[in-house]
């Protein structure tokens, strides 16, 4: 590969992705390589390279001659998510704890935090989404461990669809935001128990929220693309 195929194939799965993230391309959705190529006016080769990574990225299946099949989010995924969130999201708290914020590091937090805010009074969740997305990211940037920084991106990138899809059916209240503040009130004034307490509540509120979403919509294939 060329190094205009290899800078092509990044743009191909960033626009791809961001399509398949925001719900433009929903569970279900077939789109081949033609088509795709077609679209992001390119050849098929770079196209085709990024389908590949969004196949590793757990978002599509690449079937031959029938480009790729966008996954849905299911009830056993949000289990599964979940269930490493709530085990390892912890450790980059205890990591924060361990040393603390910077005065530049809480301004950047409390504007993600401001940002959800004004969203959700919008009533933009597109918008909501990407901020508490990027509150969650700088979180585990903070915390230094790139290991698990690395684990962590993935399932958000999976859940991510889900949240913002039950968002936007459902919508959101000024008091879906407020256990952010709560969480970082407690990492300000060093008190890990209360921290991790209501990190977990976070947690385990926003699983059953997306269980109960999920599996009310049956967010599966169309009858005839399970294969």
Not at 16 to 29: D, F, H, S, V, Y
Not at 32 to 55: C, D, K
Not at 95 to 118: F, H, K, N, P, W
Not at 195 to 201: D, G, H, R
Request: net charge neutral; with cysteine.
């Amino acid at each position: 590969m060329n190094k205009s195929d290899r800078s092509n194939t990044a743009i191909a799965y960033r626009r791809l992705k961001e399509a398949i993230q925001n719900n433009q391309m929903r569970p279900g959705t077939q789109l081949l390589e033609r088509e795709a190529a077609e679209t992001l006016n390119m050849s098929r080769t770079p196209v085709r390279e990024a389908m590949l990574l969004l196949q590793r990225d757990g978002l599509v299946r690449v079937r031959p001659r029938q480009g790729m099949l966008v996954l849905p989010i299911t009830t056993k995924d949000i289990i599964d998510i979940y269930e490493i969130l709530q085990s390892l999201e912890p450790i980059a708290l205890k990591g924060i704890l361990a040393r603390g914020l910077q005065e530049e590091e809480v301004s950047r937090l409390q504007e993600l935090m401001d940002l959800m805010d004004v969203a959700i009074e919008m009533n933009r969740m597109t918008v909501w989404a990407g901020a508490d997305r990027s509150f969650h990211e700088y979180l585990l940037t903070l915390s230094e461990n790139k290991q698990l920084y690395g684990c962590l991106i993935r399932l958000w990138d999976q859940s991510h669809r889900a949240r913002l899809l039950q968002a936007q059916e459902c919508g959101k209240s000024p008091e879906d935001n407020l256990i952010h503040r709560k969480v970082l009130a407690a990492v300000l004034e060093g008190n890990e128990p209360k921290a991790m307490e209501l990190y977990q509540q976070k947690h385990q509120k926003a699983r059953d929220t997306l269980l109960e979403f999920v599996s009310a919509r049956k967010l599966e294939f169309p009858e005839g693309l399970e294969n």
